[in-house]
């Protein structure tokens, strides 16, 4: 029932070469493959590998609410 | 074994027109469809959607706490 | 692709009558029965119940992070 | 520009001498006075007020959202 | 001295099957019996056990202020 | 006088299609219209809209700093 | 109405070559200028700038909180 | 009555040469000298002092919690 | 014994019409009334009241740290 | 010994006129001049200078990790 | 290159028997002895030792920034 | 002089096979090789690698206090 909605929040960490967004739009990708319905992202903490003295990925902590189908 | 009980947290929002108390109320029973053994939960944040001047929902997240089964 | 992995993070809470350590390494066997590639853990609290003046169980809560197959 | 939608938020107080709901209605009637358009509310903090061993005033301070005209 | 108020504050938690502000009442009334001049509450946490896939209890652990006599 | 100049910190919640950086652009854009002498900003939090699986909008609240004038 | 007043806060900055208690007063007498009826400060942060090894300016993050007019 | 039952909180500093183990059953048995009812513990701080090089105690704050007799 | 100490940590409010040093001072004085062998303090919190535009008092809320005797 | 990996963290402040990622490369590349096997960053906090109504600088603080070398 | 300016930021604990502004006086007055160009700095946490009833020491934890030579 | 002493935190990584307290020893030993005259440390993070589904490293994050020589 539309007063009620429950969501799902889920949290993901999705890494990239380039940049913060590329990390953070990977992430919602690979969750979008077995989550339907995702409506919004929150970043939680942001870090990296260094290799050589460069960074090697960006790796972004998010979470990710769904809502529950049904509700 | 009883003395390694291990639990698992999911992380919900529930939402209602009327109450936190029944936002809270809501998820739980959402939840409860799916997990069994639901033992605990804690509230996290409390937000609410607006339209016209008035609360049109309080929107609650929490964690709830479930035993994992044979464990 | 191995530019773009994704990792999913859980929330556990694991017992132990003995020690801090062995909550952990609890939790972790319990979920490595049902999830595989689990790679690191984070501790995010630690408390205990007290029965008779003394520590009944050390309850630490965790959480895991283990690569989402495929990703 | 619907792409580049920007919004204001502002921090508030409302009390009660009933609950904490009554306390968030009030702060946002009394910000609806002067702020069109209020999307959403964060709750902050909760805290109140006790005269002679009761709760005589519920405080809670809030944050309010809106869309900036023109934005 | 009027210039030199001092306070001291305690933490409790109340719980109520009903409400958050039940719980808060309660705590403050049990409180009271020892306690003169308590002048304010602070909401630290809220949390509670679920029975059945219900809420049991809401527990919500606040802080009170009182002034100490003679300060 | 220099010796207490006084600022004022507004919080905002820019949004943006491409990137974070683009949604700070916007909301200090936006923000300029009105204030002026705006000489920092602070990244409070990142978050986003998911639709079909994408992100739609970067959302990044932050605080900006301007000298009252006359200070 | 009295059980309903509203109080708003503000952010502010206050700085002062010689203490931390001068840079609040400073704050919240420049801000006195504009606002009516401020009734607490809350400190946020405590910062400043160092010029050739030595204190030039505290800065002193506050909130300031004011009744609402009418409210 | 059972539906209100009220709790205290202390938080204490338990010292120990050996383990954080060590340090928390420590101040668990010196708190339950003059405190009945002791049900639970939670960890807020581990720190210790360091003397030649080595760690001379573990000291870990924690709060414990116990029912108020009577609530 | 020496290797199992144990301090207790109470909160307070010191205020002071002058100085948040002097706040401090007062909280320390007043509990050293009713507490001995108070060995640290901790500032939480400083925040005041302010009349006429000007700040009334300073209100620092502190915790001190005593070791229980006997322990 | 492998067992026995010390790491240290150093807290830089890295800038840069056009992205959040090149503020977080430049300071690692600086750091990398003087410390070697720098491993993995940690974002702290991200703001930035604005010069007549745009983002002048972005100024990203992190943490970088790197292990002492022989350990 | 002035685009790419990089900092390195230190944490110290300065003390004071008689302020916390001499407390941070103190400790950059020291910093400043082995480190050129300490921009600014940022108070982490403010504590003391108490000797008979009375504060004998101040201790602020700060941070200092400085810039790194050549960046 | 003993008035103003003035101390330096480091943070540090230290990692065991074993437990969170060896991973503190070998986090402090390795530190005493280049510093001396640390004082106290206290836990930032505990954290660690799994291989296996089994505990592989313990890694505790630690902050470190040394009195800097001379102040």
Request: glycine letters at 8%; hydrophobic letters at 35%; proline letters at 0%.
């Amino acid at each position: 029932m539309s007063d009620h909605r429950t969501y799902k929040k889920l949290e993901l960490v999705g890494s990239s070469t380039t940049s913060i967004e590329d990390a953070i739009h990977s992430a919602i990708a690979e969750c979008s493959k077995s989550v339907k319905n995702v409506e919004w992202f929150e970043v939680v903490d942001t870090r990296g590998h260094i290799v050589d003295g460069k960074v090697a990925h960006f790796q972004v902590t998010l979470k990710v609410g769904f809502r529950i189908e049904g509700s």
